[in-house]
């Protein structure tokens, strides 16, 4: 590698960082009025144009807040752990390709390291997460944190299984760990018709995994006060926050890449031959480049509205519920996800489309078979009613 080399990997990080973190603030902004307008209220709209510069505003606010440290928390671990939180948020992005814009020499300049296991690399990074949290819940010292911590290990140990089959799934329909290979492979189908039923049991698990609506047990704030964070105040409590939305919206890329076709989009490559024949290949690959990047985007703007969505309209679970949904339905689904996917394609290697119809009627029926057997009956009255009859 020379220097220069070295320079263009540091400035693709410096961007990738910042754009990481400026998705995470006007994300913010997003669900606010999006929740505002879903229930009816009215949402941020005083700090600049429209609210725009809401997120703004808040950082400020944060940043001058009063940071307080308890005084017999386990100071060094406590200073620390907003850091474990946010770094491996971020550090996702690093093999997911958010767009093609070839770089002359056989690499993608929207994509910051493309490695042959880069998916087990966002495995480990996403797993990795969760001891910031757990960390935190210990080190302060509180009751309630240390319950949001446990809530947060044991919760993410349950959803972590039913994820890495689902992307196991992928895998075995791409027979590929690159995530640049599998998006290729998506260039005629995605992966969404033959790993319909992955692709939901994915959502579920991710939107648990990042501890989110419906599954933010380890926040509860009618239980916890504030779960894990509730003795973290200033740019601390600051950095839960923002690495709480960037994991959000990085395991939206992630569903993007596995199973929405990552950058692909339909009339894509016509329009960079076209614009190749006209302009040249340098304008040509700009061209490829934006609008393959504005696909993606658009794609993991729709599932993120899909997340907020979900927040406005599904009430908190119980934990015995979270508990009994990762073991006893998302698990067993992603597993027979994998018994299909192995069966489909060897009894039908040279039928792509075949068994890609065939995957997509066999998730329905799983899902709607599942639906049906998991549907919570009417339960038992334990409380007996007795009648005071008039004196």
């Known amino acids: ?124 990074v996403t797993s990795v997460g969760v001891y910031g949290i757990a960390i935190a819940g210990w080190a302060s010292n509180n009751k309630y944190s240390m319950l949001g911590g446990i809530r947060a290990s044991a919760q993410v140990i349950s959803y972590e299984l039913a994820l890495g089959l689902t992307v196991l799934g992928a895998v075995m329909q791409a027979q590929s760990f690159s995530t640049a290979e599998i998006v290729e492979r998506q260039m005629h189908m995605w992966n969404i018709v033959p790993q319909f039923l992955g692709f939901v049991v994915f959502i579920i698990a991710a939107t648990a995994e990042v501890v989110r609506a419906p599954f933010d047990l380890v926040e509860a704030e009618q239980e916890l006060v504030g779960g894990y964070n509730t003795e973290y105040s200033s740019m601390k409590f600051a950095l839960f926050f923002m690495s709480e939305y960037v994991k959000l919206v990085a395991m939206n890329a992630i569903a993007v890449t596995l199973f929405l076709g990552g950058w692909q989009f339909p009339g894509l490559q016509a329009l960079t031959q076209f614009t190749t024949q006209q302009y040249g290949a340098m304008i040509g690959n700009a061209v490829l480049g934006l609008t393959s990047l504005g696909a993606f985007l658009l794609k993991v703007l729709l599932l993120s509205f899909v997340s907020v969505w979900i927040r406005a309209t599904l009430p908190r679970v ?63 009255r334990t409380v007996t009613l007795v009648e005071i009859g008039a004196s």
């Open 1 to 124: 590698m020379t220097w220069i080399d070295l320079g263009i990997l540091i400035i693709k990080c410096i961007v990738l960082s910042l754009a990481a973190t400026t998705i995470f603030a006007y994300f913010t902004l997003f669900e606010r009025r999006t929740l505002a307008r879903l229930q009816n209220r009215v949402g941020p709209n005083r700090a600049g144009p429209g609210g725009f510069l809401q997120p703004l505003a808040d950082a400020v606010k944060l940043f001058f807040k009063e940071d307080v440290t308890p005084l017999l928390a386990d100071r060094w671990v406590y200073l620390v752990s907003p850091a474990f939180a946010l770094i491996p948020a971020i550090i996702i992005w690093a093999t997911i390709p958010v767009g093609m814009w070839p770089d002359g020499q056989g690499g993608n300049w929207l994509q910051l390291a493309e490695i042959n296991v880069g998916v087990l690399y966002l495995l480990a």
């Open 318 to 380: 119980r934990y015995d519920q979270l508990m009994n949904l990762g073991w006893k339905v998302l698990l067993p689904l992603a597993l027979i996800n994998v018994a299909v996917t192995a069966v489909v394609n060897v009894l039908l290697p040279d039928s792509p489309t075949i068994a890609a119809l065939i995957g997509l009627v066999a998730g329905i029926i799983i899902l709607a078979v599942a639906a049906i057997i998991g549907r919570p009956g009417k339960e038992k």
